[in-house]
């Protein structure tokens, strides 16, 4: 098998993560879209929460892209 071809394979098995991460989030967003629903008070307390659950979901995803350019170009 040639080089090209291994890097290639790499990059995207490397990539597999990003399922994971699209599930995450889904679940994310939908768990904080029910607790507004169900508790609109509660939003300014969620909002924070949200937003780091989401970044900290979002740099897995990110990583996993990085790793992923890094096999195929390098």
Excluded: C, H, Q, S
């Amino acid at each position: 098998m040639e080089l090209e071809a291994v890097k290639l394979l790499a990059g995207a098995i490397a990539l597999l993560p990003l399922a994971g991460v699209a599930l995450g989030l889904g679940k994310i967003f939908a768990a904080y879209n029910e607790a507004i629903g169900r508790n609109p008070g509660a939003a300014p307390l969620l909002d924070k929460k949200f937003m780091f659950t989401f970044a900290v979901t979002e740099a897995l995803g990110i990583f996993a892209l990085l790793i992923a350019f890094y096999l195929v170009f390098a």
